[in-house]
Nanobody, 123 residues
Framework: QVQLVESGGGMVQAGGSLRLSCAASGRSFSSYVVGWFRQAPGKEREFVATISRTGGNTLYEDSVKGRFTISRDNAKSTVYLQMNSLKPEETAVYFC????????????????WGKGTLVTVSA
């Protein structure tokens, strides 16, 4: 089992940047696929990005391609999400999630979840 803790959220103006971190503890971190998801008030949780066990493969939601970058440092058991050119409509709680094998975009494919970190983008 793995425990996930997100950090790095906060308030930023439109066009600004934030870097989220997801620190893991527990079983070998490099055995997990890790993804970022977000949930805005009144909306369903949606996929943002995911990264394979070695970091060699990544997937992005179309609207964040070219602006967000997911990366991982297995030696530090941490996954990052660099977010640039943020938009007000991207205000949400951002969640880190891990899976034993699922590599995709569905939230229900993930096995472990953090509690989330709030990102607020002001106009």
């Amino acid at each position: 089992q793995v425990q996930l803790v997100e950090s790095g959220g906060g308030m930023v103006q439109a066009g600004g940047s934030l870097r989220l971190s997801c620190a893991a503890s527990g079983r070998s971190f490099s055995s997990y696929v890790v993804g970022w998801f977000r949930q805005a008030p009144g909306k369903e949780r949606e996929f943002v990005a995911t990264i394979s066990r070695t970091g060699g493969n990544t997937l992005y939601e179309d609207s964040v391609k070219g602006r967000f970058t997911i990366s991982r440092d297995n030696a530090k058991s941490t996954v990052y999400l660099q977010m640039n050119s943020l938009k007000p409509e991207e205000t949400a709680v951002y969640f880190c999630a891990a899976s034993d094998g699922y590599y995709g975009t569905r939230p229900d494919g993930m096995d472990y979840w953090g509690k989330g970190t709030l990102v607020t983008v002001s106009a």
